[in-house]
């Protein structure tokens, strides 16, 4: 049958086609673009052979009253292929007013005339560029002009809902306690979390950002995203929950990675009680090199070489040590030098239980939350931080959620809910 098909596709098209038969590059333009005609009618056809949403004279109304079938009404739809024509049967309750097409929310159709294929396309490219970009690609690409404003929306629309169902699904687990089966289940699980910020319409706001990850059986690192614009509170409740699909409560060892900020620590204390919470490397270092400046001067030789030393005896787990020599070394500066050493020695008296770098490296742990800093780039900086991107919050909020299904690999999953028409 194939082959067949084939044979006649040849046929028709090979007096067409025979004259750039030596030009690859043309040819296969040339091919795909019958494809896409094809296609499109194929399209057209199939989706009016059945009755397309009918289910009997009357069905029943969320407002306990009878809806009626009136008529099949037209639609028109947007495809990967083209645009293409739709009869639905439609619905309408005399009670309620409220009238509905079942054929829509079967087929997973929003209040945009995309299709599903189209929006889904479009949405993941608006993850990683602009809406103009975007549009420009998907134009490039299928042949489809799709308007930044289309795909801004639909953007909006959908990250929007993801958003309440994550909310939603949050506030279940946290009313029934049922944590079910963890899709993952680490031997070792680190959760770190930081904080960056993007431009929106009143300024500079944080959004915060969590990394959750583990080595698979193949020793090969496996990572799970988070981010909200939400306090830190409600944040800690997502990127616990998000913990506990990863394999918190089964973990052997959990480990918490930060940078020691007071929010950053309380959410720690209050969801991760049993991790082991190590303070990062590069945050302690860059305290020691502020104050290294300080007191003998950025770039100087005598900087590098009191910074090393430091961060030497830090590095050992020194920490007594280093903090005995400090005391020492306040004693002959005043003002602001003083100070200086005062808030490194506060900092290490603060952190020192965190800050045991050689115990840590003994039993092969991260001191680095390399994850998390790349995360607050790769993540958030990579598409909402773009040169002259100023956000409304629904607009950076919708992008994020959607990047960080595309980034976790759950797209599939996504779109096999229908969420335009959720």
């Not at 194929?42 to 109304?61: D, E, F, M, T, W």
Request: net charge negative; charged share 25%; with cysteine.
């Amino acid at each position: 049958m194939y082959t067949k098909i084939i044979d006649q596709l040849e046929e028709i098209y090979s007096e067409e086609l025979d004259s750039i038969a030596g030009d690859l590059g043309a040819l296969e333009e040339a091919v795909k673009a019958k494809i896409q005609e094809l296609g499109l009618g194929l399209l057209q056809r199939l989706a009016n052979r059945r009755v397309n949403g009918y289910k009997g004279s009357s069905i029943a109304c969320e407002c306990g009253g009878s809806m009626k079938f009136v008529q099949h009404r037209q639609r028109n739809i947007h495809t990967i292929f083209g645009w293409i024509t739709i009869r639905r049967a439609y619905y309408h309750c005399p009670d309620c007013g409220k009238g509905v097409f079942p054929y829509d929310c079967d087929s997973g159709l929003g209040s945009e005339q995309l299709s599903p294929a189209l929006a889904k396309t479009c949405l993941m490219l608006a993850v990683d560029d602009s809406f103009e970009q975007t549009s420009r690609k998907v134009g490039e690409l299928f042949g489809q002009n799709v308007s930044d404003t289309t795909i801004e929306r639909v953007v909006q629309q959908v990250g929007s809902k993801v958003l309440e169902q994550q909310d939603q699904k949050l506030e279940e687990f946290l009313s029934t306690r049922n944590f079910g089966e963890p899709q993952v289940t680490p031997q070792r699980l680190y959760v770190t979390a930081d904080g960056t910020t993007v431009h929106e319409m009143d300024g500079w706001h944080e959004v915060k950002t969590g990394v959750l990850y583990w080595e698979n059986e193949h020793k090969e690192r496996e990572s799970r995203y988070i981010g909200r614009f939400e306090n830190s509170e409600t944040f800690g409740w997502h990127l616990w929950y998000e913990a506990c699909n990863c394999g918190l409560r089964e973990a052997r060892e959990i480990i918490f990675l930060g940078d020691g900020a007071v929010w950053i620590r309380n959410e720690k204390y209050k969801h991760f009680e049993r991790a082991t919470f190590i303070i990062d490397w590069f945050h302690a270092s860059e305290h020691i090199w502020d104050c290294g400046k300080i007191l003998f001067g950025e770039g100087t030789a005598e900087t590098q070489e009191w910074v090393k030393k430091c961060l030497d005896l830090l590095w050992e787990g020194c920490t007594k040590q280093l903090l005995d020599e400090l005391k020492e070394q306040r004693k002959i500066y005043r003002s602001v030098k003083r100070d200086s050493i005062d808030a490194l020695i506060g900092y290490i008296l603060k952190n020192e239980e965190h800050m045991r770098y050689d115990v840590f490296r003994a039993k092969g742990y991260d001191i680095g939350s390399g994850a998390v800093e790349g995360a607050c780039k790769h993540v958030v900086g990579k598409r909402l931080k773009q040169s002259g991107m100023i956000w409304t919050r629904s607009g950076s909020s919708a992008v994020l959620v959607l990047r960080i299904i595309w980034l976790n690999g759950q797209w599939n999953q996504l779109w096999q809910k229908k969420p335009l028409a959720a």
